[in-house]
């Protein structure tokens, strides 16, 4: 029964849903648009789940000291303070449970969760998406290299579109146009449609019963 | 192994001076326009006067660099064709992606006003099931913006109940949920013209969606992109600033591929031998 009532309940809302695409008259838009109703509401209660998983999970790794437990507590501590800053002042014209806090606003120059968000967090995230490029550039020299005909394709390929990327003339500009047009599409709808099929056969075993992992186990 | 730490070092060196630089000392190395990029600027300014458009912020300041002077020239595009902006995102920092590009825009246009030429809904969680309900029904889903205040009473909404009331929608997307979707739900399911900017590593696989049946109105790809978006707008902002950067950057990284070509080959031969 624990396993038969969610099975029944996955399979009639699959098929209400590709039903609905073909029928859109009621009761079917209806329905549907409830389920869409409950998804939002259920993805909202995911990030609250997501947080309280985040805080949980740092918690266990602080109460264990385990290695590096010293970053797991820095992760707390911002968190708290955002959602600290948050409720209490509020975002941007949004009132906190002190109001909208002009004394702090003035004293540092904006709310104290926008100001953290403007200061810390966007340079923060820029500067850990910005250190890939030493990376890739170290991976570049180590790895790419031309050990067969197809590796020397890639190789060539790689270099013309990364010309293609910069301001040295129009003529590598128009063959890395070239190369993303026809070499790169093609390859690319093969992909899509190898993942569309995949992502519809994996569909109908979950809504037929074949495919239970989402319901743990097996 | 101390050798390869020396020219790892001495790449990292390189690569910093090479961004930083150019920054410094401008070069303006020419930007050349591309046919895909050219697409978004014709759909914006091909479109009727008092056209409704969606911005849509789906990235966070991790992608800030590559997307947000999209985003600006995009709005000042828009601004100047009279259009109306509808800001939502289908990531939580995209809210403040949104309010940051329109202050940069207010900097040289400071009576750009709230309510009439645009609005922000905000982030609403749900991805593409929430584009497929503001399809059906826009005010359902978004019933106040995200200052709370009801969209009932915002002037500039009057009329536009659904997707079918948007002119075209321009997605900046740095993944999943991004413009992907909206040529899904706003394109094929709804007939919504779509264009959008993604980053250059996303842009591979978003271009097969700029083809014939014009999924796709155009793409804008990376930093690349944006600075022929300024170009072609007549208003040089970071992007056309930071291409100097790029393009010495990404010619040493080609230099270094080709030493690390001939390194390995050298090191081949002496093995043979």
């Not at chain 1, 209490?88 to 009132?95: F, H, R, S, V």
């Not at chain 1, 990327?165 to 709808?189: E, L, V, W």
């Not at chain 2, 995009?74 to 809210?95: K, Q």
Request: aromatic share 10%.
């Amino acid at each position: 029964m624990k396993r038969r009532i969610p099975l029944l309940i996955t399979f009639f809302v699959g098929i209400l849903v590709i039903l609905s695409e073909f029928i859109p008259h009621k009761p079917f838009g209806l329905l549907t648009s409830g389920l869409e109703d409950w998804f939002m509401i259920i993805a909202g209660f995911a990030i609250i789940l997501g947080n309280l998983n985040l805080l949980k999970m740092n918690a266990i790794k602080i109460k264990h000291k385990q290695e590096n437990w010293q970053y797991y507590v820095v992760a707390v501590s911002s968190f708290a303070i955002m959602i600290l800053a948050g409720f209490l002042w509020g975002t941007k014209d949004q009132a906190g449970l002190l109001g909208q806090g002009e004394a702090v606003a003035t004293f540092i120059g904006s709310k104290p969760f926008d100001w953290l968000f403007n200061n810390a967090y966007e340079h923060l995230a820029a500067t850990m998406f910005s250190i890939l490029a030493f990376f890739i550039a170290s991976a570049a020299y180590r790895s790419f290299v031309g050990r067969s005909p197809e590796s020397y394709l890639l190789l060539i390929a790689a270099i013309l579109v990364m010309l293609g990327n910069t301001g040295f003339g129009s003529i590598f500009s128009h063959i890395s146009a070239f190369i993303m047009k026809y070499p790169n599409t093609g390859g690319q709808r093969a992909i899509i449609i190898c993942a569309g099929l995949g992502v519809i056969g994996s569909s109908l075993r979950i809504i037929t019963g074949i495919e239970r992992s989402y319901l743990g186990g097996e | 192994m101390k050798k390869i730490e020396t020219t790892r070092w001495l790449l990292y060196v390189l690569i910093f001076l090479s961004v930083l630089l150019p920054l410094i000392f401008q070069i303006n190395l020419p930007i050349t326009e591309t046919k895909v990029a050219r697409g978004v600027y014709n759909l914006i300014e091909d479109a009727n006067e008092n056209a409704n458009v969606i911005i849509s912020f789906d990235y966070d300041p991790s992608s800030k660099p590559e997307l947000q002077p999209m985003a600006v020239s995009v709005i000042r595009h828009c601004l100047r064709r009279n259009y109306n902006m509808i800001f939502t995102a289908l990531w939580p920092m995209g809210v403040q992606m949104a309010s940051g590009a329109v202050e940069t825009v207010r900097k040289d246009n400071p009576h750009l006003e709230y309510g009439t030429q645009y609005v922000n809904l905000g982030y609403k969680a749900g991805g593409m099931v929430t584009l497929q309900k503001m399809g059906k029904d826009l005010r359902d889903v978004f019933p106040a913006d995200m200052s709370g205040t009801s969209i009932d009473s915002l002037a500039l909404l009057d009329g536009i109940n659904s997707l079918n009331d948007i002119d075209f929608i321009i997605s900046l997307s740095a993944g999943v949920p991004g413009i992907k979707e909206w040529i899904m739900v706003g394109h094929d399911k709804y007939g919504r013209s779509v264009a959008g900017g993604t980053t250059a590593v996303t842009a591979p696989n978003i271009l097969p969606y700029v083809n014939d049946q014009n999924q796709l109105s155009g793409l804008l790809g990376g930093l690349k992109a944006a600075a022929e978006y300024e170009k072609m707008t007549g208003a040089s902002g970071t992007a056309t600033a930071g291409m100097d950067a790029q393009s010495i950057a990404h010619l040493v990284i080609i230099i270094f591929v080709i030493l690390g070509n001939v390194r390995y080959h050298i090191n081949k031969k002496r093995g043979e031998e």
